[in-house]
């Protein structure tokens, strides 16, 4: 049997909450990268619950499509319960795996953008998923691939024992299986899928202490450490002492006025030959 990789992050309400919390921070960035047109068929993979699907139907508009694969049926369910925002377009969620689409022969090659963000990272094979994204993507179409790479993350000045929970975080990642830096690999991924790389940039990610934003961040990196609370313990990669007094100097640390977080969404693009 192959090995099976959970999802880290779960998709408890609290989980989901933050989910859409960080959508709101991205998805204007991801948005303004992708530059999509009207018209466009795009496929989303990993789409959780469904935010910047319905984000990218606006854009497509009524003679456009957008199709979201999402693993979890709880995500679904929240997505499909959201449904109602655009009739201006067609939008689908459908339940699949991003390494085995669920595509009818015909599916397959047909869409104009395909895209995942924060998908690779939760993979026990990311090349895989790539296959399957360029194999869905029409010749000359456009694969975008968004994802970690968490060893960017910068927070200064830096709180107490922070590193110590950062380092331990990211292993969960490698002891599930999954990259913890598999943002900085995205263009090497794509190539090795057959695809053309085209571009690569950062969407910045961080906001600083006197930002209207700067809460937010802080709740979501916050909310990803909480959540992952009973992984890093369960596997004694930290000390439960040592995890709360560093969750308590961060929360402590956001009331600081010179508090900034430097973090960036590594993001590249390819093209399938033609
Ligand atoms: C961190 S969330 C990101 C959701 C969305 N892409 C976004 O940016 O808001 C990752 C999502 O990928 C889904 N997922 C994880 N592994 C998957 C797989 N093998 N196939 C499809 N979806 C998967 C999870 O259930 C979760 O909803």
Redesign the pocket.
Known sequence: MGRV?S?L?G?SGVEQRR?AL??RL?NQGSLRELGLRKGEKVL??????G??AREMARQVGRRGRVLG????RR?LLRARSTQSFSRAASLEFRQ????HLPFEEEEWGSFDVVH????LE??LDPPR?AEQMVRAVRPGGRIILEDDDHDLLRLDPEPEGFWRLWRAYMRVFRLLGNDPLVGRKLTRILLGAGALPRRNTWIFFGSCSGHPNFRAYLENLLGVLRGAREALLSRELIHATDLHKALRELRTWGRRPDASIWYAIAWAEARKPR
């Open positions: 990789s999802y992050h998709t989910l960080l959508n991205v989303e993979v990993g789409s959780g619950l935010h910047f694969i999402e693993q979890s995500q699949g795996d991003a390494l995942a963000r924060f998908l939760h993979l998923a």
